[in-house]
């Protein structure tokens, strides 16, 4: 298999590894033994399994950035895109778990391993960016009112991600009360005179 097949092969396996455990409860030698390879192959393609795990890392955040630029591409409501984006990734966790549980790991390990707290500043701040960078575009289509403040909103779109992952994890814990949250969202960024 060509170096680059194997390495997506890798990948795919490991990710569904370590989101259906965990980072500490996964070995190097079930992650090897799920991607049908003997641990020194896997060695060759990634120095450590925290190497692995931050790759998993990228490459499902890769994922989600093709899945959003779709959606994005589908809604032609500005006012509505980051509604999409939000809505695009519950039901892609919901169909096949993976950011989420990846996330929320990569959350809990940054207490205790300062290489992996490093990567979720910096890969948070691209989230970040990347949202307050789609809030922008809305404005500047006219969907969202231009007194929003993109990196604001970007953060409190991160943190309702936060709460629909904590949602997953300790299970049903806002279930009811998520379209609620998700309309008085979209009316807040539309504004008053957009309101759906």
Do not use: N
Not at 23 to 42: I, K, N, S
Not at 81 to 107: H, K, M, N, T
Not at 138 to 158: F, L
């Amino acid at each position: 298999m060509p170096a680059e097949e194997r390495r997506a092969s890798l990948l795919d396996a490991a990710c569904r590894l370590f989101a259906g455990r965990s980072y500490h409860g996964t070995t190097t030698a079930d992650l090897a033994r799920a991607a049908g390879v003997t641990e020194p192959v896997l060695y060759r393609h990634f120095p450590s399994k925290r190497a692995l795990y931050l790759a998993c890392m990228d490459w499902s955040w890769e994922q989600v950035k093709e899945l959003w630029a779709e959606r994005l591409a589908a809604e032609t409501d500005p006012g509505l895109w980051l509604s999409a984006i939000g809505r695009a990734f519950v039901e892609s966790e919901a169909e096949r778990p993976r950011s989420s549980p990846l996330w929320v790991q990569a959350l809990a390990e940054s207490s205790v391993d300062p290489e992996i707290a490093i990567y979720m500043r910096a890969h948070m701040h691209e989230v970040h960016e990347y949202v307050a960078d789609v809030i922008r575009r809305a404005q500047e289509a006219g969907g969202v009112p231009p007194e929003r403040d993109p990196d604001a909103e970007a953060w409190i779109s991160i943190a309702l991600g936060l709460l629909t992952m904590a949602d997953e994890v300790v299970g049903a814990l806002l279930q009811d009360t998520w379209p609620a949250i998700r309309e008085s969202r979209i009316a807040w960024l539309r504004g008053p005179l957009q309101a759906p």
